[in-house]
């Protein structure tokens, strides 16, 4: 079979023919002098057990001041109520003044407050309850300084419970005014 | 979801007369007593096409009402239905039937023809004898005619069965409920929706004058009144009020709408003229005043209101004058309803935790307790003022249309399948 003898193997033919013949070349010179060896590099260090390099943070990184994250997270959109009752609680003025301290800062966001009835009551009376709380909690935050055309009111009765069980804890948590950002977020 | 015109023949049906046994004192059904033992009736198949269909509607609408005791087919002695001919009331006797309805249905010209007779089994006398004619697709409503007649002519009350119900169809989950305008016949069928359920529906409403409804709309952006004429499919809302609009109804003449208002936390009633569009506000309480409900003449209103500290029926006139209250009872009183006949107020009452449908007569007195459960509410009346529709939910369920008559003893489910709130029953049909 002929073998065709392709390119690189004729280059590496070449080159064991050049330097053979630069040896031989070599032979009738004087032999040079070894150099000094350069001096072995550093061996790299033995594999050490290095530090396990700090866990990289997940999560959320903070919310853009401003935004609707920041209010939820870091303010409070919801406060809650007694039963039968619109009386802004002591447990709910801080959440309040919150509000209404970061809709101070931020004068360009538009709220609709979402007032909110747990299921034990009638549809239209609930109703009813429910444009109270958010009515008290729209009066709160105009007292604390928000004007209130910055402000708009709801309710959603007991058509949108938070926690779908029946227990008290449940029916507490449905007795809510929500605090919804509707514009001007960063 | 259009009504398909009905035409009522008047040709009465009269037998000649029969020599019999002596007279016997008519059956008769009372309604008002609570303690009956319903009157054992038999309806076999009518004769003709659909008349299997039409039997079985007028023995369920019968059976229904909690009056009647419509007997088993199979039992059946006479089994060739001319009502051209006296039945063989020694047949019927022998099965215990106290009263008999038979009937056959001819087509002619493409229509239905549907004759039927109501018997007296042990007096052997024919008590009515009536023709219906329509479109054969509306063989429902020719039964439903026929049930109401045969329960007038027993009963001594108008019927309540050739109506429809609207109310809002629910589905999903209990934290994400979707809620759609839904309209079906009283016995369930016919069922269609009337919004696509995309935005909360709530608290409909039937003119007692023509085919329009009302109800409550209510999206994040707010709120709204809609009225809606089921033949011509035109909707069009109340008008722009500052502040959530809600509980609409309408004044008996039609030509009125009666609604709450609510502003800066306050909801007051308000009622609209329809030609005129004006409104003027009925109370002027810093309390919720709501749910208002005309009584049958139009003179006066019957609302719910917290003025006292918690929420009781208020009655006052049609122009707001005089609000007197009228509930005294332990517990909460709300959704008060006015029968079309003017003998009750039903309601919703709360107490000791547990949900109550309850009557009262319109000055207060002779309060009757109907229903208990975890959620019972938002009794609605049939045409007839015997019946009650209203919404029931177990704890952690879905709710579902129930019915219970004045006496408080026919507690049954309503036959429509699925989850169903806010009923409102109409007249009867033309």
């Given at each position: 079979m002929v073998r065709s003898v392709n390119t690189s193997a004729a280059l590496r033919l070449a080159l064991v023919g050049a330097a053979a013949l630069s040896l031989a070349a070599c032979a009738?010179?004087?032999?040079?002098?070894?150099?000094?060896?350069?001096?072995?590099?550093?061996?790299?260090?033995?594999?050490q057990p290095s530090e396990t390099p700090p866990p990289v943070s997940g999560g959320p990184?903070?919310?853009?001041?401003?935004s609707t994250q920041d209010f939820v997270i870091n303010v409070g959109e919801r406060v809650y109520f007694d039963l039968d009752s619109h009386d802004v609680r002591d447990d709910a003025r801080p959440i309040l003044d919150a509000q209404s301290a970061w809709l101070r800062r931020y004068p360009s966001v538009r709220v609709r407050i979402e007032g909110n009835a747990d299921e034990r009551g009638t549809r239209e009376y609930n109703l009813a309850l429910g444009a109270r709380r958010a009515n008290a909690v729209r009066d709160y935050l105009v007292n604390a300084?928000?004007?209130?055309?910055?402000i708009s009111t709801i309710s959603f009765g007991k058509e949108?419970?938070?926690?779908?069980?029946?227990?008290e804890e449940a029916y507490q948590k449905n007795r809510n005014a929500r605090t919804a950002i509707v514009s001007g977020a960063r | 979801m259009r009504l398909k015109p009905l035409m009522l023949a008047i040709a009465c049906l009269v037998m000649t007369a029969v020599a019999a046994q002596p007279a016997r004192a008519e059956i008769e059904v009372n309604?008002?007593?609570?303690d009956v033992q319903p009157l054992p009736i038999a309806v076999p198949a009518f004769s003709g096409q659909q008349g299997a269909d039409i039997a079985q509607v007028i023995s369920a609408n019968l059976e229904r009402s909690g009056l009647f005791r419509p007997l088993d087919p199979?039992?059946?002695?006479?089994r060739d239905i001319n009502i051209g001919v006296q039945p063989r009331f020694g047949d019927w006797k022998q099965i215990n039937a106290q009263a008999l309805v038979n009937g056959q249905v001819t087509v002619e010209g493409g229509r239905l023809r549907v004759d039927f007779r109501l018997w007296d089994v042990y007096a052997e006398q024919q008590l009515l004898g009536l023709q219906f004619t329509s479109s054969p697709e509306n063989w429902r409503r020719v039964a439903h005619k026929i049930s109401d007649a045969v329960y007038e002519r027993l009963t001594g009350e108008k019927g309540y069965f050739d109506t429809r119900v609207v109310f809002v169809a629910e589905s999903g989950s209990r934290a994400k409920r979707i809620k759609r305008l839904a309209i079906m016949d009283q016995?369930?069928?016919n069922p269609s929706y009337l919004?696509?359920?995309?935005y909360i529906v709530m608290t409909p409403r039937f003119s007692s004058s023509s085919q329009e409804i009302t109800y409550m709309s209510l999206r994040p952006e707010g709120s709204a009144i809609y009225l809606f004429n089921l033949e011509t499919g035109r909707r069009e809302s109340l008008g722009n009020f500052q502040g959530m609009v809600f509980a609409p109804r309408f004044s008996p003449d039609g030509g009125k709408v009666a609604f709450s208002v609510e502003r800066g936390g306050n909801s007051d009633i308000y009622v609209m003229s329809l030609s005129s569009r004006s409104s003027s506000r009925l109370t002027s309480d810093p309390s919720i005043d709501t749910s208002p409900s005309f009584s049958p003449d139009g003179s006066r209103i019957v609302f719910n209101s917290d003025r006292s500290g918690s929420p009781q029926i208020y009655v006052m006139g049609?122009?707001?004058?005089?609000p007197r209250r009228i509930s005294y009872g332990s517990g909460r009183y709300t959704t008060p309803v006015w029968s079309p006949t003017g003998e009750f107020i039903a309601f919703t009452k709360q107490e000791g935790g547990q949900f109550h449908i309850g009557v009262m007569r319109p000055?207060?007195?002779?309060e009757r307790i109907l229903t208990s459960s975890y959620l019972d509410e938002g009794p609605t009346w049939a045409p007839n003022g015997r019946v009650l529709m209203f919404s029931r939910e177990t704890a952690g369920g879905a709710p579902r249309l129930w019915s219970v008559d004045v006496t408080g003893r026919v507690l049954q489910p309503m036959p429509y399948p699925g989850s169903g709130s806010d009923p409102a029953w109409s007249p009867l049909l033309n």
């Open positions: 009738s010179r004087p032999k040079p002098q070894p150099e000094a060896a350069p001096p072995a590099t550093t061996p790299p260090p033995a594999a990184i903070a919310p853009v001041p401003g300084g928000v004007t209130s055309d910055r949108q419970p938070i926690d779908p069980g029946t227990s | 309604v008002n007593r609570g199979a039992s059946f002695i006479e016995d369930g069928a919004t696509d359920g995309s049609a122009d707001g004058s005089a000055d207060g007195s002779d």
